[in-house]
Each structure stands twice: as structure tokens, then as C-alpha cells.
């Protein structure tokens, strides 16, 4: 920001602890803190060594930029009960890092005259130091009105991150795309590397981690033109064992596999790579395997 703020953060967690700590480096003063738990204290301690621990209010009262980053389903409510304790007040800047939420979880505090700001690192955080040097080029999801737009452009340019804008409208759909991306990516190298080691690997991380390391690469890089391996090819074949083993196996993966399988051959199919009748045959093996572990196939296809 063009001027040091006096910074109070409510929910000190793994995000929370990590963005004042990168803010008190630029320079800024976090004057106070507030955390429920043990760990979150032990983050204030570690991150923001002489920063104070108060009540939700108190840490309110005391700064001009206030940090909440506290779960998603609660923002709404501490910021409504803050508001109702008299601890917001006028022009103050109020700063939240959810994903999911624009600035209607805030209509409290800019009902009040203050002024809301969504900041979503899209970054996962352990909550440690570990996090300080992925800051700079992290985008960050920003929602601002015309007033806050160019106060919410200088907080990102001093955590040195790069601004996208997005719509308040379409705040669930961001954080959508990256929680698809990055969460459901920990499942499932997650279930490759259970499925590796009962195959027999001794290190299934260090098993996939060229293979998951490029196939990553390639796909930030080439998209949908990054596709490899048997749907594409049209393997039925080698497809059809996959799902042999995975039913006798690990039949808690065979939902998960046939989801991804079939989002696959849906791609291979629009682009021309996978033919009609290759990706039909797939899809009756995917069906088997979903009724051999107990699951209705027609759930999965509405229509038929």
C-alpha cells in the first residue's frame, strides 16, 4: 500500500498468520491478533513473535485494516457479530481471503461505511515460514468496489502478488476451478499411490513423480492437447484389465477412476482422437465395473 496501515488479523490460521507475517516484512504494523486454538496461537508466536493476542474486538478496535480469515461458512456471522459490538467503524478497511465469497459475506460492514475487500491467495499454506517465498507471483483472487480498487492493487503489490480481478458473481465459480484443480488432485495422486503400492512399489512418490511432475507441466502448458494414455488411445483392452484389478483390488477407487475415465473419453471424443465406437465400449466396461462394486451406472447417466 502506498502507506503503512496498522494491521489486526481475526482467525490466525495458516493463511492468516502467513499474510500478516508477509505484510509486517513490507513494512506494515500488525498491532494484534486474534486465534481460538492452540495451533493458532503457536502460528501468532512463531510468524508474529511481540504481536498481541486479544479477543476478536479488541484487534477490531485497534487497527485500520482488519484481515479476517476465518473459516468460509463463518464469515458472514463474525462479521456481522463485529459490526453489532461497535468494533467496525466508518472508512475502516476490511479485508477477507476466502475463495468462495465476493463482498455480500461483508454487507454488515459496508452497510457501516467501511470498506470491503475480497483477497484469496490461490495458493495452498502449511502455516509456517515454508509459505513467505511463494507469495511473490502468487495471483490472487481479488473482488473491490471502484473506492477499494487501487488500496486492494497496492496490498497485493506489497505481498508480491499479481491481481485477477473476478466478478462477485462469479466468486464460487474461481474457487470452484481451483479447488477442483488443486484438491481433488491430492485424492487422487493420493489413491496412485496406494493403488503403486499394493502393485508392489517401495517408494510410490518418487514412482510418479517424473511421470505426475510432466504430465502437470504439460497440461498447464498444452491443455486438453496434453492428453495421453489408453481412453485416448482407445485401449479397451488395457482399460478393461485396469478395472478388473481396481474392483478386486481397490474397489473404494473404481468410482473415482470411472468419473475421471469418462471425462476423458468425453475430451478425446470432441477432439477427434477417440472413435464413437471405441469410446461406447469403454463406456460399458465404466458401467460394469460401477454395478461390480455395488454402484448404480445410472446415476452416472441420467438419461438412459
Avoid at 57 to 85: I, S
Avoid at 110 to 130: N, W, Y
Avoid at 238 to 262: C, F, I, K, N, W
Wanted: proline share 5%.
Amino acid at each position: 500500500m502506498s502507506e503503512m496501515a496498522r494491521i489486526g488479523v481475526v482467525g490466525a490460521g495458516r493463511v492468516g498468520a502467513v499474510l500478516s507475517a508477509a505484510l509486517r516484512a513490507a513494512g506494515h504494523e500488525v498491532v494484534a491478533a486474534a486465534g481460538e486454538s492452540a495451533a493458532s496461537r503457536e502460528r501468532i508466536a512463531a510468524l508474529l513473535p511481540g504481536v498481541p493476542v486479544g479477543k476478536p474486538t479488541d484487534v477490531a478496535r485497534a487497527c485500520d485494516l482488519l484481515l479476517l480469515t476465518v473459516p468460509d461458512d463463518m464469515l458472514d456471522n463474525v462479521a456481522t457479530t463485529l459490526v453489532g459490538a461497535g468494533a467496525i467503524r466508518p472508512g475502516q478497511v476490511v479485508v477477507h481471503t476466502s475463495g468462495r465469497h465476493g463482498l455480500a459475506a461483508l454487507h454488515a460492514v459496508a452497510e457501516l461505511g467501511a470498506r470491503p475487500v475480497a483477497l484469496h491467495p490461490a495458493m495452498t499454506f502449511t502455516g509456517t515460514s515454508v509459505d513467505l517465498p511463494r507469495l511473490p507471483g502468487c495471483v490472487f483472487g481479488m473482488t473491490a468496489g471502484d473506492g477499494e480498487r487501487e488500496l486492494a492493487e497496492s496490498l497485493v503489490a506489497d505481498l508480491g502478488g499479481v491481481v485477477m480481478w473476478v466478478a462477485e458473481e462469479r466468486r464460487a465459480l474461481y474457487h470452484a476451478g481451483l479447488a477442483h484443480g488443486a484438491n481433488h488432485l491430492v485424492t487422487l495422486v493420493s489413491q496412485a499411490m496406494d493403488l503403486l503400492a499394493a502393485a508392489g512399489a517401495d517408494d510410490p512418490a518418487a514412482t510418479l513423480r517424473p511421470l505426475l511432475t510432466a504430465a502437470l507441466d504439460n497440461a498447464l502448458e498444452r491443455g486438453n492437447d496434453a492428453l495421453t494414455g489408453p481412453i485416448v488411445r482407445g485401449d479397451v483392452r488395457t482399460v478393461q484389465a485396469h478395472l478388473r484389478d481396481l474392483v478386486e483390488t481397490s474397489p473404494a477407487t473404481v468410482p473415482s477412476y470411472v468419473a475421471m475415465a469418462r471425462a476423458t473419453a468425453d475430451r478425446a471424443m470432441l477432439d477427434g482422437r477417440l472413435l464413437p465406437i471405441r469410446a461406447s465400449r469403454i463406456a460399458g466396461l465404466l458401467d460394469e465395473a460401477l454395478r461390480a462394486v455395488g454402484q448404480d451406472a445410472r446415476a452416472h447417466h441420467p438419461s438412459r
